[in-house]
């Protein structure tokens, strides 16, 4: 069964700062993986979807990358900002139903 | 929250009280989903349907029933079998079949009176 593990649990930065959260999985046969959002009592926001074929994913001043053959992805946040603060979460996909979710990583951009 | 609503947003239950969590979609999918998320924990699998008047048990189905009479809509039961059933629930949707993006609600955050 797919293990999705996020390290660390939480990170706290400050603003202006870049950085990267993880993401790995034991499965290398993923469909896809997803980068999601969660604000405290919300619902999960997409963010970045990539497929098994691509490398990476951009938009604004995120960007996604996939590297199946080592069971890793990571979120890249440029210049870090207070409203970034949220749960990260990410999930794959490795068949129709079989989603996996990451415990997330709880990141603090401190002013 | 992408044309999922859930309702409601808070939710007491008494104990041997049957509560159900009601879950609209109007983005046509075809897949949705029940998670429940504890503090700390990730997102677990309760129950999940493919099709109209179709549905299978996740996870964590114990305690819990569902049905799906209608695409739109994918209500779920907290039974009064659910002992621990102080959570948030979330519902979520998925278009296509599998490899497309995933679409969660608001949630709803359930607790014991």
């Known amino acids: 069964k797919q293990e999705v593990t996020q390290i660390p649990a939480a990170l706290s930065v400050p603003e202006g700062e870049n950085l990267v959260l993880n993401c790995s999985f034991t499965?290398?046969?993923?469909?896809?993986l997803q980068w999601f959002r969660q604000d405290p009592g919300k619902g999960l926001t997409s963010l970045l979807l990539i497929q098994s074929s691509q490398r990476e994913q951009t938009s604004g001043r995120l960007n996604a990358s996939l590297d199946k053959s080592s069971g890793r992805s990571t979120l890249y946040i440029a210049a870090s900002q207070p409203g970034d603060s949220a749960t990260y979460l990410c999930y794959t996909e490795t068949g129709a139903n079989n989603l996996f979710f990451g415990t997330g990583t709880r990141l603090t951009v401190i002013p | 929250d992408g044309g999922i609503t859930q309702s409601p947003k808070y939710l007491f239950r008494k104990e041997g009280q049957n509560v159900t969590l009601s879950c609209e979609q109007n983005l046509n999918h075809d897949a949705m989903y029940w998670y429940r998320q504890d503090p700390g924990q990730g997102l677990r699998l309760i129950y999940y349907s493919q099709i109209v008047n179709d549905f299978q048990k996740g996870d964590i189905a114990e305690g819990y029933s569902v049905s799906r009479e209608k695409k739109e809509s994918f209500p779920l039961t907290v039974t009064s079998a659910q002992k621990n059933p102080t959570a948030f629930y979330l519902c979520?949707?998925?278009?296509?079949?599998?490899?497309?993006?995933?679409?969660f609600g608001s949630g709803t955050q359930l607790s014991v009176l």
């Open positions: 979520a949707t998925q278009g296509g079949g599998a490899n497309e993006k995933l679409f």
């Open positions: 499965d290398s046969a993923i469909y896809n």
